[in-house]
Nanobody, 123 residues
Framework: VQLQASGGGLVQAGGSLRLSCEAS????????MAWFRQAPGKEREFVAA????????YYAEFVKGRFTISKDNAKSTVYLQMNSLKPEDTAVYYC?????????????????WGQGTQVTVSS
């Protein structure tokens, strides 16, 4: 499975961005796709996940009400709509996929990773 993330950029606080992650290759075993992020000097952290063949979603507490994860199975693409962005949202955002259905907020559960896309929120 190959994951291609895009959509990052520079935005002012309060603005919005939409990230995309297109999957290719053997996606038949994909169960969950997720977004993680890593800010400078910090560990990578879970942001949001979506069950690839269902409608369930799961969010980190700090993005609830601001970020929305969605998918378009026909395009093999997962999106992360980010609204009301804050400077502390500045990070490299990674998409990832896993064939597992547990502990999906743990990066160790993920088999494949995209290359990351930079999101910078200015104050």
């Amino acid at each position: 499975v190959q994951l291609q993330a895009s959509g990052g950029g520079l935005v002012q606080a309060g603005g919005s961005l939409r990230l995309s992650c297109e999957a290719s290759g053997r996606t038949s075993s994909t169960y969950v796709m997720a977004w993680f992020r890593q800010a400078p000097g910090k560990e990578r952290e879970f942001v949001a996940a979506v069950w690839y063949r269902g409608q369930s979603t799961y969010y980190a507490e700090f993005v609830k009400g601001r970020f929305t994860i969605s998918k378009d199975n026909a395009k093999s693409t997962v999106y992360l709509q980010m609204n009301s962005l804050k400077p502390e949202d500045t990070a490299v955002y990674y998409c990832a996929s896993t064939s597992r259905n547990y502990n999906i907020d743990s990066e160790e559960r993920y088999d494949y990773w995209g290359q990351g896309t930079q999101v910078t929120v200015s104050s």
